[in-house]
């Protein structure tokens, strides 16, 4: 006569429990990944005509911070690239007027553009002008400005200064400033630039 081992049976049920949780287990993983993908392709495209999206970005374009972007002018190849993200200002460091094609995006994307016309020179710069520093610093600083912009022609001097004034706002001693400065600005880096963020640092703490 056969008879039953009980303790057999739990381990048997228990084994079968487990192999059903680690089944569960992986099931949610599967759908946790699906999720994640459609929430990422949800997002809005670029408006484009052709069949395939480039997306270029500006010359000497890079993150700055949270909502902060800096490059050089952008151009027509690259309004696809500003789309993806989502602008809502532009802080432009040029007197020369704004181009109609690129006017004419901004609005049809609902980007405002804030304009310091600080001029650029092949000799460094003489004059800093801290006045218009300062009041780019406070758009640039307004996060209901954010995500914004920050260009002048190529991206180098006159955007390299005023992101070196928010690198001394958030702390950054000077030697990774003009470090981060000469990375943009290469063997072009202009002394007086980098002298100019060392001459606005007291007024900026």
Not at 51 to 58: A, M, Q, R, S, Y
Not at 62 to 91: E, H, K, W
Not at 132 to 155: F, W
Not at 173 to 191: G, P
Request: aromatic residues 8%; charged residues 25%; proline residues 6%.
């Amino acid at each position: 006569m056969k008879v039953d081992n009980p303790s057999k049976h739990k381990i048997q049920q228990q084994q079968e429990e487990e192999e059903e949780e680690e089944e569960e287990a992986e099931q949610m993983c599967r759908t946790i990944v699906v999720a994640s993908v459609v929430d990422l392709s949800s997002q809005p495209a670029p408006v484009v005509t052709g069949d395939e999206v480039t997306l270029i970005p500006p010359l000497n374009f890079s993150m700055v911070d949270n909502g902060i972007f800096r490059s050089g002018f952008p151009d027509s190849a690259n309004f696809s690239f500003l789309q993806t993200l989502r602008l809502r200002s532009i802080i432009y460091l040029c007197p020369e007027p704004y181009p109609e094609a690129n006017t004419e995006f901004l609005k049809s994307n609902g980007i405002k553009l804030f304009q310091f016309a600080i001029e650029g020179h092949k000799e460094p710069f003489v004059n800093i002008p801290e006045d218009m520093i300062r009041e780019a610093l406070k758009v640039l600083l307004d996060v209901r400005n954010h995500p914004v912009l920050i260009h002048c022609k190529r991206g180098k001097h006159r955007t390299g200064c005023l992101v070196g004034c928010l690198r001394k706002l958030q702390k950054w001693c000077l030697s990774s400033v003009f470090d981060e400065y000469q990375r943009f600005a290469a063997a072009k880096a202009r002394v007086s630039d980098q002298r100019g963020t060392r001459i606005l640092s007291p007024a900026l703490e």
